[in-house]
């Protein structure tokens, strides 16, 4: 039976090269409670031409919290009205796939935009909103998640907020500030152990932390970060509980808050995508059972 608290989830991204039925298949082998995955494996599981109704006829019996993502959640002009359509694409596959939410995040993606003199060495890039004051930063993305959270109101959905580490805004606290000037009750922040690390955030900042806001936790590692931009290739290449990170530390203080949601195992680690997928995520699930519910 599907634990209601502290369920363990298998995140897609731990067989990033895999189909979304091997990913159903590994998570309802192991004895997963549920899945998080991405838009762009439901998509291609869609238009190789399954039906709706056979989605979720996979995914039954699993719990599906959320699908990953809506990049670049700050963008205006043009590039705004890009980002709605996308959300809106993202809300109908998450209602295809019987998920409650969709994942946002923050960019610029590109860490080559934080470089000294990035502007006049890469014109191209996409740069968001690095060059505006931190309170018109708070106020645009605020705005955009507004909106975003009224698309996934109309299918019955909330939004998580993650903000990537390499970019403005990627602390708890401004995240915070972001949610509170959005003013939408379907509203909530994701807890990602890395971009936290990163981004100066500690599991002493984690416990002080609402379980209210809370939606979910992405449990994972890091190799050692001396500062600096955050290359997330290269810091989260690493096998989760092999890393820097006092794992069991960072599970505490979430747990300290009195949140008893889902917990997904999220990965980066190059190795391990291309080992054998269902003994790694066995492997990932033992440790969740020792470091959640012990």
């Not at 056979?54 to 990049?71: Q, T, V, Y």
């Not at 970060?225 to 690493?238: F, K, S, T």
């Given at each position: 039976m599907t634990?209601?608290?502290?369920?363990?989830?298998?995140?897609?991204?731990?067989s990033r090269p895999n189909t979304l039925a091997i990913d159903i298949a590994i998570?309802?082998?192991?004895?997963?409670?549920?899945?998080?995955?991405?838009?762009?494996?439901?998509?291609?599981?869609l238009e190789a031409g399954f039906s709706a109704s056979?989605?979720?006829?996979?995914?039954?019996?699993?719990?599906?919290?959320?699908?990953?993502?809506?990049?670049d959640l700050e963008r205006q002009g043009e590039g705004r009205r890009q980002m709605l359509r996308e959300a809106e694409e993202l809300c109908a596959l998450a209602s295809a796939a019987g998920a409650r939410g969709i994942e946002a995040i923050t960019g610029p993606l590109d860490i080559r935009v934080f470089e000294t003199g990035a502007a006049e060495r890469y014109p191209h890039l996409y740069r968001g909103l690095v060059d505006l004051p931190t309170d018109i930063q708070l106020?645009?993305?605020?705005?955009?998640?507004?909106?975003?959270?009224?698309?996934?109101?109309?299918h019955g959905l909330l939004v998580?907020?993650?903000?990537?580490?390499?970019?403005?805004?990627?602390?708890?606290?401004?995240?915070?500030q972001v949610i509170d000037r959005c003013k939408r009750d379907n509203v909530r922040i994701v807890i990602d152990f890395w971009h936290s690390?990163?981004?100066?955030?500690?599991?002493?900042?984690?416990?002080?932390?609402?379980?209210?806001?809370?939606y979910g936790v992405h449990l994972?590692?890091?190799?050692?970060?001396?500062?600096?931009?955050?290359?997330?290739?290269?810091?989260?290449?690493?096998?989760?509980?092999?890393g820097v990170l006092d794992l069991q530390s960072w599970v505490d203080a979430v747990k300290s808050t009195g949140y008893a949601g889902w917990w997904s195992c999220e990965l980066f680690c190059r190795r391990q995508h291309q080992d054998d997928s269902f003994a790694v995520a066995r492997d990932l699930k033992a440790l969740m059972e020792r470091l959640i519910l012990r």
């Open positions: 634990r209601t608290e502290n369920q363990l989830i298998y995140h897609s991204m731990a998570a309802r082998s192991l004895g997963f409670d549920g899945l998080e995955t991405s838009g762009p494996k439901i998509a291609a599981f056979e989605l979720k006829a996979r995914l039954d019996g699993l719990a599906l919290p959320g699908i990953g993502f809506l990049i106020d645009l993305t605020a705005a955009n998640l507004q909106a975003v959270a009224d698309i996934a109101a109309s998580y907020l993650e903000a990537l580490s390499w970019t403005p805004l990627n602390t708890m606290d401004a995240q915070l690390y990163t981004s100066g955030d500690t599991p002493e900042r984690i416990a002080r932390l609402d379980k209210a806001l809370i994972c590692d890091s190799l050692p970060y001396a500062g600096g931009i955050p290359n997330e290739p290269v810091l989260r290449d690493v096998p989760t509980g092999q």
